[in-house]
């Protein structure tokens, strides 16, 4: 079984401009999630649909980040303009469906340098 | 206070030392508690979980809730230089509901 695919492994960009990352989950899971994780630090949600509708984002920064989810499979998170402290790790996760939240398949991330 | 506290280590232990993580929690809502470990520029991986009170174990990872204390725990025996990564505690309110990590425990196992 494939695990959950991202893209670009790496991305350096200069403030102000803007930057997506693209995730792939585990075929056939219905949910996805969005993460950040800065160094030295846990992931936080930024966040979660199932199948192609919100369930949660309510720490997602809407005045700068967005994401989508069409057709219920794959997902992009955009940011823009980026901001230094956006500076980070940006892991999507998959789970079969919502009520198996504590079972989540993390994808190998993508490292965002913002300089 | 934070949500979910962990100490990050570094923690370094012999290869075959029994190995034990820890994680305090403030909100007692949580019913759901997992582990999960991470290699350096990899995803978390799913480890373990467990439900409401109680002991897990699977293989050489044993897994420990005590909700009276707010306090988790766990335990690696016969660890080995494999077993070297940060390991993160994990827990939420319902199965639907968000996942809150702790900032994670760094592992070294020397051979």
């Known amino acids: 079984e494939a695990g959950v695919a991202q893209s670009p492994r790496y991305k350096i960009i200069e403030k102000r401009q803007s930057v997506a990352f693209w995730c792939n989950p585990i075929s056939g899971h219905a949910t996805l999630y969005w993460y950040q994780q800065i160094l030295g630090q846990g992931p936080k949600l930024l966040i979660q649909?199932?199948?192609?509708?919100?369930?949660?984002d309510s720490q997602l920064p809407k005045d700068r980040f967005s994401a989508e989810r069409l057709k219920g499979v794959d997902s992009t998170l955009k940011i823009q303009p980026a901001k230094l402290e956006d500076s980070a790790v940006y892991l999507c996760?998959?789970?079969?469906?919502?009520?198996?939240?504590?079972?989540?398949?993390f994808g190998p991330g993508t490292r965002l340098t913002v300089t | 206070q934070k949500e979910v506290e962990q100490d990050p280590g570094p923690l370094s232990v012999p290869e075959g030392a029994i190995v034990s993580l820890n994680c305090t929690y403030s909100?007692?809502?949580?019913?759901?508690f997992m582990w999960y470990r991470q290699y350096s520029r990899k995803g978390p991986e799913l480890l373990m979980y467990t439900y409401s009170s109680g002991n897990k174990e699977d293989g050489r990872f044993t897994a420990q809730v005590d909700k009276s204390s707010k306090y988790i725990s766990l335990f690696i025996r016969d660890s080995q230089p494999s077993d070297s990564a940060t390991y993160l505690c994990a827990m939420s309110e319902t199965s639907y509901d968000k996942v809150i990590f702790g900032p994670g425990t760094s592992l070294s196992v020397i051979p």
């Open positions: 649909f199932q199948n192609n509708g919100v369930v949660d």
């Open positions: 996760a998959s789970s079969p469906w919502a009520p198996t939240g504590y079972e989540q398949y």
């Open positions: 909100n007692s809502a949580f019913q759901y």
